[in-house]
């Protein structure tokens, strides 16, 4: 072990203890956070209009302070943009600008200032921390590298200050300087926009190093595991000929031109997945990455909201980040919708998520939806977008009935699912659905699986049941996707585009073929 890693296994066990203090008193902790940003922000222009000086408690907060969202602020971005050295929003200036990935949207330029990023510092150094801390043998993550995807950093400038993607933000500013030592690649890298060209380079990355962590953009992770798994193998090979590495790319390569990860990454022990629900894919990262811990976080552009900190627990929200209150799902769409803490919500409901923190969001309301499946600690699950469902008979399905169902299907089932999105069509007057799944082997039953998606489905979703039972809804479908629908989508956008689960565009079935 090295002087580093010893280091950062001491500091590790210090920062575990704070946080678990936080998550024993999460709802005092939380209020205090918001007391303690209402002080800095209160000589703001924000701040002097809703009287930030004089609110006392979180009721006086929600009764006072009106609830918010991109569109709302936006008069004020504008002041911001005119005059980033603080005082509109925050006290403190503008350091960077983020743009957002334009899941429900255009992406829209948000400011991030010092003390807003802070907190994002604080949630990254958590996460790893208590990766460190739920294994002895986790701590030689620090005796390879971390192999992170980001996006750029820097896009354009507005004004003098440059815009860019979170990922690539916190690659350059927002992680513990420590762990940071262990992080690769640099900006270059992460500036590349072209994913043919990105992705080879992180191949070579990933070749010429000892690999010990992925992070990032989950979906360019995953991007890259297919790839190396089933296409880089002879190029590889052929571009390190003669070279110190040449014998362990041919010890990681099969006969048939794919390769084996584990053995080209014997050392790797995490993947920190964050952005998308990763239950879909678990049987195919299980199967080729037999060792590695998926270790999960919720972040997004405008900060960080919680991480796993125990191995059996998934996503915890962390209370000294941000101050949180929530909208019951059925009330998801109205303006003035109830809102209620973080101490009122039920295990088993599903909320919108209202953000207020020291990057300048007040009651903001971001759109994400997500799943209470604890709330000692506060446990959070089916995190997704709210507003995203499709309707064709009244059933209502969902990004999270359709992630939820495609898991279920592949772990009852063995399928390895690479790429999925489920697309609504009505053929010849009848409304269904059509699962295209790009799948590493088709060495399960195709009509199992569509079965098993069904029953998921119906389980979650009584609309469903109602109208598959009366036919109103036709029978769901399966294709076999031969070319990956998300890599097209990045493509077409940006690379920090997300993967579309559930679409009524049925141009993503043109390159697909009926398996049941």
Not at 25 to 36: A, F, G, Q
Not at 70 to 76: A, Q, R
Not at 382 to 410: C, F, M, P, W
Not at 440 to 467: I, K, Q, T
Request: hydrophobic share 35%; charged share 25%; aromatic share 10%.
């Amino acid at each position: 072990m090295s002087v580093l890693t010893k280091l950062i296994s001491v500091i590790a066990r210090k920062k575990f203890k704070r946080v678990e203090a936080y998550l024993n008193n999460p709802v005092e902790t939380m209020d205090n956070k918001l007391l303690s940003i209402l002080q800095a922000q209160q000589d703001t222009l924000y701040g002097r209009k809703f009287g930030f000086d004089t609110i006392k408690s979180p009721e006086e907060f929600a009764e006072r302070v009106p609830l918010s969202d991109y569109y709302s602020m936006e008069p004020y971005y504008k002041q911001v943009y005119a005059n980033p050295h603080g005082g509109v929003l925050t006290r403190d200036p503008v350091m960077w600008y983020v743009s957002s990935s334009g899941t429900s949207g255009s992406p829209k330029i948000l400011p991030l200032t010092k003390s807003g990023m802070a907190d994002v510092s604080k949630g990254t150094t958590a996460n790893q921390f208590a990766f460190l801390q739920a294994d002895p043998e986790n701590v030689k993550l620090f005796d390879g590298k971390i192999v992170m995807f980001g996006a750029s950093a820097e896009l354009e400038r507005k004004g003098n200050l440059p815009v860019g993607y979170m990922t690539g933000v916190i690659a350059s500013l927002g992680t513990n300087f420590l762990v940071k030592r262990t992080v690769i690649p640099g900006l270059d890298l992460y500036n590349i926009t072209d994913m043919d060209e990105k992705m080879r380079a992180y191949a070579k990355l990933s070749v010429e190093n000892r690999v010990t962590g992925f992070a990032g953009i989950t979906t360019l992770t995953l991007a890259f595991f297919r790839r190396m798994q089933n296409q880089y193998g002879p190029w590889l090979l052929d571009e390190y000929k003669s070279t110190e590495y040449e014998s362990k790319i041919r010890l990681a390569l099969n006969d048939d031109g794919t390769m084996d990860l584990t053995m080209l990454w014997p050392h790797l022990k995490q993947f920190i997945a964050t952005g998308i629900n990763t239950d879909p894919y678990r049987e195919w990262i299980t199967k080729t990455l037999p060792h590695v811990t998926i270790w999960e976080a919720y972040a997004g552009s405008e900060g960080w909201y919680g991480n796993q900190i125990y191995p059996d627990k998934g996503v915890l929200l962390l209370p000294h980040l941000n101050y949180l209150e929530f909208i019951p799902e059925d009330e998801s769409e109205e303006e003035n919708p109830t809102t209620i803490p973080l101490a009122e919500v039920k295990k088993g409901k599903r909320y919108e998520m209202v953000l207020t923190n020291m990057g300048g969001y007040y009651r903001y309301r971001m759109g994400d939806l997500m799943t209470f499946v604890d709330t000692s600690p506060y446990e959070v699950h089916s995190i997704g977008r709210k507003g995203k469902y499709v309707n064709l008979s009244g059933e209502k399905l969902t990004d999270a009935h359709v992630q939820k169902a495609i898991a279920y299907a592949s772990h009852k089932t063995g399928a390895e699912v690479l790429d999925f999105t489920v697309v609504a069509q009505i053929t010849k007057g009848i409304p269904h659905y059509t699962i295209a799944g790009m799948f590493r082997e088709l060495n399960f039953d195709p009509v199992e699986f569509v079965y098993a998606f069904e029953d998921s489905v119906r389980v979650d979703s009584e609309e469903f049941r109602v109208v598959r039972d009366m036919g109103a809804l036709g029978p769901t479908t399966l294709m076999r996707m031969h070319t990956s629908a998300f890599e097209k989508h990045v493509k077409g956008r940006h690379i920090q585009s997300k993967p579309i689960p559930l679409t009524n565009d049925e141009s993503v079935l043109a390159d697909c073929k009926v398996l049941s």
